[in-house]
Every structure is written in C-alpha cells, then in structure tokens.
C-alpha cells in the first residue's frame, strides 16, 4: 500500500451487489458471503495477489447511520482512499470515513495515516472543521491527566484562542477568591495546581451573544466521597465537556459564524489534600446562593454554576453548557446518547432536529420542576446532591437552573465523553458528543 494510488472503496447497501465488479470479482464477494452487511469489509484481490479494491457494506437503507462510512474508516490499513459505489451524501460519507480514521498515538509510534480523497461534491471546507473540532476534543479527553492538568489544559486553550485570534484571559488560584468565583476555588483548592477559569470572547459585538461554558475536570477523585477504583480509571474524561466545548468553538470561529462567541471553561482537579472541601460544607456562589455540601462527588455542578452565573449576569441571547456530569445519565440512556435539557421549547426542538441530521444524536430530558424539593436543605438555599438516588441528571440540571435567571434561553447537554466500544464515526476511547448537534443549530440559527 506504498503506491500513493488511491485505493477504491466500493460501497455497497445491504442485498445489492456492485456492478463496476468483473465476474471474478463477483465471484470472490459470493465465495466469501459478502452482502452489503453493514460495516463488512472484503479485500479485492487483483490477478497476482495484491488488493486491488475493498468492498464495503453499508446495511440496509433503512437503518443506516449518516456516518457509517465511519465503520470503513477504522478498518482498513494505513493508506489514500477514493470512494466508489453509492457512498449517499458526498459530504456525511467523507466526514464519517475520517471521524473513523482518529488514531490517539501520543504514546506510541505513530502508524501511517487513513486519508481520502474526498468524494465529487464534498464541502471540503465543512468536513475539515468538523473534523479538526472531533480530533481536538478526542485529543484532549484521551490524555491521562498527568500530562494534561489544569496548568496543561489552559495552555491548550490559549494554543487555540492564539490561532484563531481570539481573545483569552484566566483567574487563577486566590484571585478566584477575589474576584468573587468561591466553589471554583472550593473545589479546586486541594490540588496541587491552582484552580481556573478560562474566558475566551471572540466576534463583533452587535452580533448575538453566544455563551458556551463547558465543565473542565481535568481528574476527578471524587474528593473526601472517594470514588471506588473501578469508577476513578477513566476520570480523566471529566475535563470532556470542556474539551467538547473547544471543539465547538474552533467549528464557529472557522466558519466565522457571526455570533458574539463567548466562551468560559472552569478547570480544577478535584483532589484530596489538608484544604479538601467537605462533606457538610456550606459555600457561597457567585450569585450569593448558600449551598449545603451534600456530597464532594457532585463537584462538577458547582464550578459550573459560577461559571453559569457569570455568563447569566450579561444576559446573552442563548447560554449552553456541556458536562460530563452524573452517571445517572447514562443509566437512563447509555453512553451515546446525551439527555438535553433546556428553558426553551424551540432551541430543544432545534438542537435535537441538528442532531438527528448530522448523526450527532441527544434525547430530551425534562427540567421537572416538582424534583426540586429533592435538593433541599434545612441549612442553606440548596444541596448539591439529590437526596433517594432518583432522577440524579434531572437533579443536577435543576440545580444548574437556579444560576440561569437572565439569559433568553439555556441548554444543558450532559455527555458521556467516551466510546466504551466502537460506533460509525466513533472508535474506542475518548468522543466528541455534542459539537455537529449544536454547530449544525447555531449554523441554521444564525448563518
């Protein structure tokens, strides 16, 4: 596969078999019961021995992912490839293929890249950066966080802010204190690297506001309510809204989608050390709400309502946070798919319209208001975890509520950040979840 010729790949659907094949070749696909099956893959020999074509089976047509051409992507061997057969849409074929195609290989000798060559009609320009945006949040979330620690990850926020020419500012360690943000400090405090939160602000200002604030725990012990083992070995995830968040933000600045991009990213570890909040703490929010510490797990919710509350305090157009926040969520809908929550009937209906279209899929959760009393305190405002172990994603959404009052609407996603096995578009390991759902949405909103 050194011939930098690019190697057909014949796509064909469920049943259906590929005409541009010799009767040898159709001879070969029968032998070996090829069919179309969905994400089946068939080396071509030609005359002396060598791969000449593969086949590749897309599955029957009703029920085929937008990007299955994903599944491809994975499977074959380092080398140029050009589509053939009926790929469908130019663009989803080339985008799933090289969303297929990540390779994570900063710890070990890197193999020869899967590339294509994109397909005729292709918005070259689209598949790019959405693909730039998926490698850069898998990026992130796949690094073990001793080598990606507060420190680390607002070096690479401000990598990115520095390339697109967008504005970047932190608060770091005390002047967190002093400058009125007290449980990102709280949380953060414990660790050996200082607490932070990230700003970035790009886009002319007579645009519409925009706020993204994505959760950035960048290792997760889960603090004085310390995580079994089995549940702290892939914490290094929790920085995943973040990093989505990220993915998103390169996505609209390089299709200078004309919105006023603000963007706030909160970073702590929460550890275990002397100064480790505590169970039974009571803390002070931003927006002066008392917040009884039910339980140091639920962390996530607590630097994201500071975060919250001082995007809520310019009263933006649309506010939507991304977090890896409760495992409830995953109980209740499984790791590739994200409960959305939101104060606003057609921004929902409109996220979940650019999900379903761009394969990037989230469920609508309700923000039931009744299962608030589950968060209450007999000596604070509130409790930062719910109380009976029921509805624990609806809980920690409610409680991130309490810190959206101003802003015209808001959406939650909470994401799971991981592929625990292969999906089209999605290898094992570290995902983007979220980024096409919401780009695709601002993109139809706003463009």
């Known amino acids: ?95 799933g293929f ?9 710890y070990r000798r890197a193999k020869a890249e899967v590339t294509l060559v994109d397909p005729e009609g292709t918005d070259a320009d689209e598949v790019a950066r959405l693909v730039e945006a998926a490698f850069l949040a898998r990026d992130l979330i796949n690094t073990p966080a001793n080598d990606l620690g507060p420190a680390a990850l607002e070096a690479e926020i401000r990598k990115l802010a520095a390339r697109h020419g967008i504005e970047a500012r932190s608060i770091v360690g005390d002047e967190l204190l002093a400058q009125n943000f007290p449980m990102i400090h709280a949380v953060g405090r414990a660790a050996a690297e200082a607490p932070r939160l990230l700003e970035l602000v790009w886009g002319r200002e007579s645009d519409p506001a925009v706020t993204l604030v994505g959760k950035g725990v ?24 973040a990093a989505n968040v990220l993915g998103l933000t390169h996505a609209i600045v390089d299709a200078r989608l004309p919105v006023r991009l603000r963007v706030l990213i909160p970073i702590v570890e929460n550890a275990i050390s002397a100064p480790a909040f505590r169970p039974g703490d009571v803390l002070r929010a931003r927006n002066g709400m008392t917040v009884e510490i039910g339980n140091t797990d639920a962390e996530g919710r607590l630097i994201l309502a500071d975060a919250l509350a001082l995007a809520d305090e310019a009263a933006p157009e649309l506010v939507i946070d991304m977090a890896t926040l409760t495992g409830a969520a995953r109980v209740a809908l499984g790791p590739d798919l994200p409960p959305l929550y939101s104060t606003d009937d057609n921004v929902a209906e409109g996220l979940l319209r650019a999900g379903r279209e761009s394969d990037d899929p989230l469920w609508r959760l309700p923000l039931h208001a009744p299962y608030e009393s589950m968060l209450g305190s007999k000596i604070a405002d509130i409790n930062n975890a719910g109380s009976g172990g029921f509805a624990g994603s609806i809980t920690a959404a409610l409680f991130m509520k309490r810190f959206v009052s101003r802003s015209k609407a808001w959406a939650h996603l ?28 601002l993109k139809q909103r706003y463009s």
Not at 77 to 95: I, M, Q, S
Not at 424 to 432: A, I, M, S, Y
């Open 218 to 241: 960048t290792f997760d012990t889960g603090g004085l309510d310390i995580k079994p083992s089995s549940s702290m070995a892939l914490m290094k995830k929790d920085m995943g809204g």
């Open 1 to 95: 596969m050194a011939d930098s010729t690019p190697i057909p790949l014949i796509c064909v659907g469920e049943g259906g078999t590929a005409s541009a094949l010799d009767p040898r070749q159709q001879r070969w696909a029968a032998a070996n019961g090829f069919a179309g099956q969905r994400g089946r893959l068939l080396a071509l020999p030609d005359e002396a021995g060598n791969v000449a074509a593969y086949l590749f089976g897309l599955g029957p047509e009703a029920d085929r992912p937008p990007l299955v051409l994903g599944l491809a992507g994975a499977a074959v061997e380092a080398g140029v490839y050009r589509l053939a057969g009926n790929p469908g849409d130019p663009t989803l074929a080339a985008l």
């Open 414 to 441: 909470d994401i799971y950040g991981w592929a625990p096995e292969p999906r089209p578009g999605r290898p094992l390991g570290g995902t983007d979840q979220g980024i096409r759902a919401v780009y695709f949405y």
């Open 98 to 106: 090289r969303l297929g195609a990540y390779r994570f290989d900063r």
